[in-house]
């Protein structure tokens, strides 16, 4: 596994395995790697993220299994992102894509 992204759900967070850091619903072939509460996905992506995976963190303010929603890396907009603890390890930036 080369990278991976942690999204914020609301009250609870994923963490993802992906083969591209694709923020739109296609693509990226993700598989959740964990889901629970947001210290815990944050430590584990932390945990991957030492050990060379390429991390990065979105949010998705949708109920339901988001594995094939639209993720953003706009974090201040979503629920909760006073809470946040966002891990970002070899990413500078992902464009999002709009269509």
């Not at 963490?15 to 850091?21: C, I, P």
């Not at 964990?34 to 050990?51: I, K, N, P, T, V």
């Not at 990065?56 to 890396?73: E, K, L």
Request: net charge negative; glycine share 8%; hydrophobic share 45%.
């Amino acid at each position: 596994m080369k990278r991976a992204v942690l999204v914020y759900q609301s009250g609870i967070a994923n963490v993802f395995a992906v083969t591209s850091f694709n923020m739109a619903d296609f693509g990226r072939d993700a598989k959740r790697l964990m889901q629970g509460d947001f210290r815990s996905c944050e430590c584990f992506a932390r945990g991957l993220a030492a050990a060379g995976v390429q991390v990065a963190s979105a949010q998705c303010n949708q109920a339901g299994d988001i594995i094939y929603a639209h993720w953003s890396t706009d974090l201040e907009e979503a629920p909760f992102s006073d809470k946040f603890m966002a891990v970002w390890s070899g990413v500078e930036k992902i464009e999002e894509v709009t269509l």
